[in-house]
């Protein structure tokens, strides 16, 4: 039987940050059209130089259910509008799998939803680790002034579902209003 | 439908403690006879004082295998003779399961061993994640002068087989002899 080999990465835990990833995913803000709710805001920010939202660097292992991907994700500071820079967002492909997020630096908040549109919340801070259960949307919203960036795990045969938020968009907002952060029932969902 | 709601806790990732864990199991000294070579150092070990040997803190989940189990695992330091302190070590129940080990704080080796006998390892530091693949048998080994702590991360269903490694060892084992830390192969897995 051929097993895959052991194997170590370094992970920088105070700046948060995985040493020479194999793969490093780059979300620029044109990549965010029709999450944020003031998508003016959003065009503006393109046109000046559609600069890096957020990125994922990963170390990929084989995408089967008994194995574990990881790496580091990390959420830019600033907002849209008022509202904060946040991740696009999604459900695991396979539904039931959860997943595990680290807080490394900075703050921000985990938003979390169901299918049905429950939605919750959990701080991010350093140290802080956010257990996302199975079947649970999620996103990560940067609030601070400086890169929210967490560590995750999740079962490798997990996948990504990102058109259901997309089409869904989450229940709540989070903006920045006078230095004060606002948790917003969004009107696509009151409406819906 | 109903889900598991999303939580969070805290660890202290320089101290490497998990906050208020829901679970906490002890290994004393007299939990490890039959894992090092020289069981007359550990029964005297034992006799004076029976001391914590490791322990791992855990904040149980369903054991689903979307799910994710996750804790944090300290060895303390120390040799029986000159052997230095490890875990009993384990395969998984389900043998096809990784686990992602992520050293804290301390020293030391993750020994890995495949059932067929083939034995490798990867050195323990603050940072350093170590991905323990599928059927990969795994124990830590501290070979520095505090604790060896390391936060951990499997897959919900994997469970523990620890009755596979008392009856086999490790094809190695490590000793520090004069400050020197050396890597022995043991006699049971030489003469089996």
């Given at each position: 039987m051929e097993y895959l080999k052991p194997f170590a990465v370094d992970l920088d835990l105070v700046r948060g940050v995985l040493e020479n990833p194999a793969t490093r995913i780059v979300r620029r803000?044109?990549?965010?059209?029709?999450?944020?709710?003031?998508a003016e805001a959003l065009e503006r920010i393109i046109a000046a130089g559609d600069p890096v939202h957020y990125e994922v660097a990963e170390q990929p292992v084989p995408e089967s259910p008994g194995q574990l991907r990881f790496g580091i994700s990390t959420t830019l500071a600033g907002t849209v509008g008022e509202e904060c820079f946040m991740t696009k967002g999604h459900y695991h492909a396979v539904a039931d799998t959860a997943e595990i997020y680290l807080g490394l630096r900075g703050e921000g908040y985990m938003l979390m939803k169901t299918p049905e549109g429950e939605c919750v919340w959990e701080k991010f801070v350093p140290g802080r680790l956010i257990y996302v259960p199975s079947f649970w949307g999620h996103r990560s919203v940067n609030t601070g002034s400086e890169p929210l960036v967490s560590f995750y795990v999740y079962p490798g045969n997990a996948g990504h579902n990102y058109g259901d938020i997309e089409k869904e968009g989450f229940p709540v907002r989070i903006f920045k209003r006078g230095g004060k952060i606002e948790f917003i029932r969004s009107r696509r969902q009151q409406h819906g």
């Open positions: 803000a044109s990549s965010m059209r029709g999450h944020y709710a003031d």
